[in-house]
T-cell receptor, first 110, second 113 residues
Framework: GIQVEQSPPDLILQEGANSTLRCNFSDSVNNLQWFHQNPWGQLINLFYIPSGTKQNGRLSATTVATERYSLLYISSSQTTDSGVYFCAVLNSGGYQKVTFGTGTKLQVIP | KAGVTQTPRYLIKTRGQQVTLSCSPISGHRSVSWYQQTPGQGLQFLFEYFSETQRNKGNFPGRFSGRQFSNSRSEMNVSTLELGDSALYLC????????????FGPGTRLTVL
């Protein structure tokens, strides 16, 4: 099956710093989403981005489908950004059989 | 619109028992997927139901089963619980097309003693 790797696995940032999280996938995808999992386990949708670039406030994401990677940018980080960030992909031709990446655990310290 | 709801939120069972978890999708969504999250294995796909039919299945033993009702609500059942079944179980709903966003519920945290 498709492999999804995220880097870095852990990241500690000072409040106000910027960061880039990366998601590499091994096959073509129909669907790519970024999620933030808060300390209570809730997965919150950040972006649906199978290709191209999107921005939402301090967050933006870019997916280069032909090169099989996606990037999540966090600018001016805040303590509330702490948590685990996952990318999740759906293989071309797969109905909702989503494969999650290994996650990046982010800690933002004041 | 109300979000995805899961009940119960927390559950403690003993080995050998069985458990049933419930998921109510967003109104109008016909697809419900289930995932297991453990510290060791991460987030793993269990199965997906669409219009009361299982459309996809992950690599889990037959002790894990599910169903979907005509109102799109879904249940998953785990029989003969093992210690390793302790996990956060998440369900997600979507319209069911491959280009659609999945929306997750808050999860059910199952502890097997």
């Amino acid at each position: 099956g498709i492999q999804v790797e995220q880097s870095p696995p852990d990241l500690i940032l000072q409040e106000g710093a910027n960061s880039t999280l990366r998601c590499n996938f091994s096959d073509s995808v129909n669907n790519l989403q970024w999620f933030h999992q808060n300390p209570w386990g809730q997965l919150i949708n950040l972006f649906y981005i199978p290709s191209g670039t999107k921005q939402n406030g301090r967050l933006s994401a870019t997916t280069v489908a032909t090169e099989r990677y996606s990037l999540l940018y966090i600018s001016s980080s805040q303590t509330t950004d702490s948590g685990v960030y996952f990318c999740a992909v759906l293989n071309s031709g797969g109905y909702q059989k989503v494969t999650f990446g290994t996650g990046t655990k982010l800690q933002v310290i004041p | 619109k109300a979000g995805v709801t899961q009940t119960p939120r927390y559950l403690i069972k003993t080995r050998g028992q069985q458990v049933t978890l419930s998921c109510s999708p967003i109104s109008g969504h016909r697809s419900v997927s289930w995932y297991q999250q453990t510290p060791g294995q991460g987030l793993q796909f269990l199965f997906e139901y669409f219009s009361e039919t299982q459309r996809n299945k992950g690599n889990f033993p037959g002790r894990f089963s599910g169903r979907q009702f005509s109102n799109s609500r879904s249940e998953m059942n785990v029989s003969t619980l093992e210690l390793g079944d302790s996990a956060l179980y998440l369900c997600a709903s979507s319209s069911g097309t491959s280009s659609d966003t999945q929306y997750f519920g808050p999860g059910t945290r199952l502890t097997v003693l």
